[in-house]
């Protein structure tokens, strides 16, 4: 009786409205997983653990030759990755020497590491401009521009890109151009686009969590009506991160010495765990 009057009481809110993408849970469980694709018929697709693959002759291969290129595995995660996208392929890597990236400023540390130490080494070069303003964007662009990417919400002060806006801005510039949106806050549950492995998706020691923190604290989640880009997140988005950022009053040494006297949160380098990291 409790449990029934609680939910007569219960207040509507705007979450009610948003509604999953259809077929979600069922192709997380079986898209690029069917038994009949192994003899065993093993129901949970096997960990492929060769560097190696046995050919019938020289270049006759039957579909892996090397682990690095691909194998049995990481074909079934490609596989579901891109059925929970709407997707017909899962891409991994587009570019080559000479091209040119136009990315979010404010993107994964990862992310930007990669791009300045890593994709440099192989001649792409990359500008990092405020994606959420599309006359920064605009300007960006280069005639050997071949990629933009963008991340939304962005890591780690959660801004919001305006993802269709992007979308018409680049074609009108160069409709070949290829539009990445890094979906790691948000996964393809909640946001359909091209996505890098989610914090939102599988049993990930970064899975999201939400935080309560001190008054002195300004908090940024775009399901707050506080967050300036609120409304664009109820348009683009069939709901919320579970991350939360705040910005601490003060600078490093304010900052420094709250991380310092955290008593259950442990201070580690990930986005959150059971542990509270």
């Not at 359909?192 to 002195?216: I, M």
Request: aromatic share 8%; hydrophobic share 30%; charged share 20%.
């Amino acid at each position: 009786m409790q449990q029934l009057t609680r939910r007569k009481y219960c207040k509507h809110t705007e979450m009610d409205g948003f509604q999953p993408f259809p077929h979600f849970g069922t192709d997380a469980t079986h898209a690029g997983q069917e038994p009949e694709q192994w003899k065993s018929r093993a129901v949970v697709p096997p960990i492929s653990m060769a560097t190696t693959f046995k050919q019938s002759g020289p270049a006759q291969h039957a579909g892996f030759e090397y682990s690095r290129s691909g194998n049995p595995t990481r074909n079934c995660l490609e596989k579901c990755i891109a059925a929970l996208e709407g997707a017909k392929h899962a891409v991994t890597h587009l570019l080559q020497n000479g091209d040119h990236i136009v990315s979010m400023n404010d993107v994964y540390g990862g992310t930007n590491r990669y791009f300045q130490h890593c994709a440099t080494r192989m001649g792409i070069k990359t500008d990092f401009v405020d994606c959420t303003d599309t006359r920064e964007l605009t300007k960006g662009i280069k005639p050997t521009t071949k990629l933009v990417w963008i991340e939304t919400p962005s890591n780690p002060t959660m801004q919001l890109v305006d993802i269709e806006e992007v979308c018409r801005v680049v074609r009108a510039k160069n409709p070949k151009i290829i539009i990445v949106v890094d979906n790691t806050f948000m996964s393809s549950y909640f946001q359909r686009f091209e996505n890098t492995p989610c914090k939102n998706e599988g049993t990930h020691e970064e899975w999201p969590c939400s935080c309560q923190v001190l008054r002195e604290a300004s908090t940024c989640n775009e399901s707050l009506p506080s967050h300036p880009q609120h409304e664009l997140a109820k348009r683009q988005m069939r709901g919320y991160s579970g991350m939360v950022t705040f910005l601490i009053k003060g600078g490093l040494d304010e900052s420094t010495k709250f991380l310092q006297n955290l008593k259950i949160f442990t201070l580690a380098e990930s986005l959150g765990g059971f542990e509270n990291l």
